[in-house]
C-alpha cells in the first residue's frame, strides 16, 4: 500500500521564477492538504482540497495555489518565489474530509536563490 | 488565533528512561490531536494520535494523555531507545480540517 508520494524531492529555483510541486495521496484517500516547513519550525497550513474544491486555507498569499484532479492527487504552485519560500513542502491526505487521520508525504525541497 | 504551545524544545534523556513532552492549545473547539515523529530530511510520521472522547491512549511504550478541562494534552515514551531521537510535534484541530503544529521538541537518547 502506497503511502503519501510527492515530487520532486529537491529542486532549484531563482527568485521570481514559479513552481510546481505535486502529490498523490495514501491510496483510498480523497482529501489533500499542503504545509510549508521552514527550517526549524513546525509544519504551517496552506490549504486543504476536497472534491476538487479548496475547502479552507491558511494564511498565505494568492501566490501559493493549488489543485486537485478527478483522481485525487494535487498540485502546489507558487508563482514570483521569494527568497522567503524557500522550505520543504509537505503534502498530506486523509479520507472523508474531516474526522480522520492524516499521514503526511515525505515532503518536497524548495530553495530559490 | 489558533495556537499551540510545546515544551521542552529540547530533552535529552539515557537510554531505558521515559521522556515527557508537553503541549497546550488554545482553541477550546479542537477534537483531534495528533503526535508526529520527524527525522532529518524526512516528512512527519504519525506515531499516535487522540480524539476529545478519550483521556488516554496507549500503543506499546507510547502513550497520549488528554486533559480537555485545561487544554493540555502530553506524550509519553517509555524504556527510549536511540532510534527514538528525531524532532517530535505535537498538533491539534478541529475534525482534521487544519493541523495547528507545535514548535518541535528535539528528543536525545544516548546509549
Known amino acids: 500500500d502506497a503511502g503519501v508520494t510527492q515530487s520532486p524531492t529537491h529542486l532549484i529555483k531563482t527568485r521570481g521564477q514559479q513552481v510546481t510541486l505535486r502529490c498523490s495521496p495514501k491510496?483510498?484517500?480523497?482529501?489533500v492538504s499542503w504545509y510549508q516547513q521552514a527550517l526549524g519550525q513546525g509544519p504551517q497550513f496552506i490549504f486543504q482540497?476536497?472534491?476538487?474544491?479548496?475547502?479552507q486555507r491558511g494564511n498565505f498569499p494568492d501566490r501559493f495555489s493549488g489543485h486537485q484532479f478527478p483522481n485525487y492527487s494535487s498540485e502546489l504552485n507558487v508563482n514570483a518565489l521569494l527568497l522567503g519560500d524557500s522550505a520543504l513542502y509537505l503534502c498530506?491526505?486523509?479520507?472523508?474530509?474531516?474526522?480522520?487521520?492524516?499521514?503526511f508525504g515525505e515532503g518536497s525541497w524548495l530553495t530559490v536563490v | 488565533g489558533e495556537n499551540v504551545e510545546q515544551h521542552p524544545s529540547t530533552l535529552s534523556v539515557q537510554e531505558g528512561d521515559s521522556a515527557v513532552i508537553k503541549c497546550t492549545y488554545s482553541?477550546?473547539?479542537?477534537?483531534?490531536f495528533p503526535w508526529y515523529k520527524q527525522e532529518l530530511g524526512k516528512g512527519p510520521q504519525l506515531i499516535i494520535d487522540?480524539?476529545?472522547?478519550?483521556g488516554e491512549k496507549k500503543d506499546q511504550r507510547i502513550a497520549v494523555t488528554l486533559n480537555k478541562t485545561a487544554k493540555h494534552f502530553s506524550l509519553h515514551i517509555t524504556e527510549t531507545q536511540p532510534e527514538d531521537s528525531a524532532v517530535y510535534f505535537c498538533?491539534?484541530?478541529?475534525?482534521?480540517?487544519?493541523?495547528?503544529f507545535g514548535t518541535g521538541t528535539r528528543l536525545q537518547v544516548f546509549p
Open positions: 498538533a491539534a484541530s478541529f475534525y482534521t480540517d487544519k493541523l495547528i
Open positions: 491510496s483510498g484517500h480523497d482529501t
Open positions: 482553541d477550546s473547539a479542537s477534537n483531534y
Open positions: 482540497y476536497y472534491e476538487e474544491e479548496e475547502r
Open positions: 487522540i480524539r476529545s472522547n478519550v
Open positions: 498530506a491526505s486523509s479520507w472523508g474530509g474531516s474526522g480522520n487521520t492524516i499521514y
